[in-house]
């Protein structure tokens, strides 16, 4: 499956985001996708992830209570709503898919095998 993502831009602090991850190609089998965010000097991590039947999710501490990651599976769609964005959540965002069960879900990137190529996301204080 490949990824790309859109949506990314710059921001105020306060004010929010929504990226979006278009998937294509015909998967081997189901895969759940997730939203990673690399900064300068820190390892990528994940800040929030989905099932492929999308009743899970999982969600780094950094997005607990202000992000919300979800997905249209008719139109192969998953999406990260950032809200009261702070100049912490600047990076880039990655989405990544990894194969797995319809109701699995994994924060591990080591379990993510398709990424795609960025999306900037800027946030001026």
């Known amino acids: 499956v490949q990824l790309a993502e859109s949506g990314g831009g710059l921001v105020q602090a306060g004010e929010s985001l929504r990226l979006s991850c278009a998937a294509s190609g015909r998967p081997s089998s189901t895969y759940f996708t997730g939203w990673f965010r690399r900064q300068p000097g820190k390892e990528r991590e994940c800040v929030a992830a989905?099932?492929?039947?999308?009743?899970?999710?999982r969600y780094g501490d950094s997005a607990k209570g202000r992000f919300t990651i979800s997905r249209d599976g008719a139109k192969n769609m998953v999406y990260l709503q950032m809200n009261n964005l702070k100049p912490e959540d600047a990076g880039t965002y990655y989405c990544?898919?990894?194969?797995?069960?319809?109701?699995?879900?994994?924060?591990?990137?080591?379990?993510?095998?398709?990424w795609g190529r960025g999306a900037q996301v800027t946030v001026s204080s």
């Open positions: 989905i099932s492929w039947n999308g009743d899970s999710t």
């Open positions: 990544a898919a990894g194969p797995g069960g319809p109701n699995y879900v994994s924060p591990s990137r080591f379990e993510y095998m398709n």
